[in-house]
């Protein structure tokens, strides 16, 4: 596997377990209300993400495609994780997380 | 999130890469038909790998019973890579990934 | 494919798309924090849905256990939606669509 | 739910329905390395119309993206599986599947 595929696909794995672990702290906030678009997003982000991941393993011929679509959903997350990223630590980690993700599926896509 | 989910969800995550990675290779092989049973269970075990990853990263009340199931997959597509080990590095290094993922799942769910 | 099979398959399909949309009306709900844990478990519920649909229509060997904890998330999301189904008929049919499936489900299982 | 998107999650799980059956089938050939495109295009396919259906029957705001992606990868996988379509009544039965999906995601693209 070339390395660009293996960093990439670290990224989509790191970026789905972020995303998962933000949507189950948002669901534990005291306003969930405030946050129920980032569960929507992370939800969104955390599948395609997997998706990516599993199309570069296993050499889609659509694994450009797939990355940048996933790109284009990380950063919608990434944005809406930023909104509460100074009130909770899980959406800013899970913000960076998201742009990272997004920069190497680019990347990928490119 | 625990340490012990921490390394659970990299076991399950590293497992359905090279899981992927061998259903490739698999299907790139000259003789397709010998690995037919291989390229069936590594679709499978990397499927419930993700899922594996996804519940204990959300932190699912399922998480333990998952993980049971995501070891008895894992446990079914080692026995099977191993049939081909020695004339397949991709099996070789799928089998020994998804027994050290059986392992840590087992260890989760108990 | 035996008739059961198919049965059960459609019964997941069903209940996967019931999932999702109640999930998706739950966010858009005024009161978000009463349904948080509705969220949480009919995107679970769709998830294990649509992995036991796949392995029952792949011929999966181990289409009995994931039907059988198919059953157990869809039970435990009905039993979340019927506390909501007064208010949310959303909920109330989500409720209604996982039963089936938890039903059809154990037929598989057994 | 817009009648629209009803028809165009149908055709999505049932085009994942007849991939995956395909899969199967095809694993169990005589000549498996003749339908080997077949065997991954198959896996992918199911695996994009599942998260169509998912994002569709949640109101993700990607739904006309990841149906454009669903429409492009079942029309390849449509074209592999026609090669076939002489030889293997489920190839046959996949193609047909995978065109009725492809227009149905189309049209909800546009």
Redo the contacts between chains.
Sequence with gaps: ?HQQFKEC?EEC?AC??EC??C??AC??E????MV??C??LT??C???C??A???M??????SS??CQ?CA??CE?CATECEKHAHHHEHCKKCAESCRKCADACRKMAS
Tied chains: 1, 2, 3, 4.
């Design positions: 596997m696909i794995l789905m377990t998962n672990h949507f189950d669901l534990k005291e306003d969930v209300k129920a678009e569960i929507r939800r969104e955390a599948d395609i997997s998706f991941a599993t199309a393993a296993s050499g889609s011929q659509f495609q797939i679509l284009t959903i919608a």
